[in-house]
C-alpha cells in the first residue's frame, strides 16, 4: 500500500525577497486540515476583509521557504503576485484532486502528455 503524500515541495516562479535582499524560492506545503481552513474564518482580519482568508491559509501550510525560520501572514503579503498567484493554484490542486499532474498537449506535433506542476523538469 503507498503512503499518503502530505507534503509538496516547490519553487516559486519569481521568489520571496527579504529584508536583506535575499531571494527564498524552494519551499514546502502540506495538505491542508479542516482546521486550516475553518480557524480563520474567525479572524478579524478575514471578518474585515474576506480577500485575506488565502493570506492566512497559505501561512498555515506552507511550512518552509528558502533558509527563512518562519512562514508566517507578513511573508505571505510580501509574496510578489505571480508567487501568491501559483501558490493558490498548487493548494487547489493538492487540496481539491490530490495531485500536481497536468495534461498538456504539445503545439508542435500535438502528442498529449502530463507534466508535474511542482517539478516540471522530473
Excluded: W
Excluded at 47 to 63: C, E, G, M, S
Amino acid at each position: 500500500m503507498k503512503a499518503l503524500q502530505t507534503e509538496y515541495e516547490f519553487t516559486l516562479p519569481r521568489g520571496y525577497v527579504d529584508s536583506d535582499g535575499n531571494v527564498h524560492k524552494q519551499g514546502v506545503m502540506r495538505l491542508a486540515t479542516a482546521a486550516d481552513e475553518i480557524t480563520p474564518l474567525k479572524d478579524s482580519r478575514v471578518k474585515a476583509n474576506q480577500a485575506y482568508l488565502v493570506i492566512i491559509l497559505l501561512a498555515r501550510v506552507v511550512t518552509k521557504l528558502g533558509d527563512m525560520a518562519e512562514v508566517n501572514t507578513r511573508v505571505i503579503e510580501n509574496l510578489f503576485a505571480s508567487d501568491l498567484a501559483y501558490l493558490q493554484d498548487l493548494y487547489r490542486r493538492i487540496n481539491g484532486d490530490g495531485h500536481t499532474m497536468m495534461p498538456v498537449v504539445c503545439p508542435a506535433c500535438e502528442h498529449s502528455f502530463e507534466v508535474d506542476v511542482v517539478h516540471p523538469g522530473g
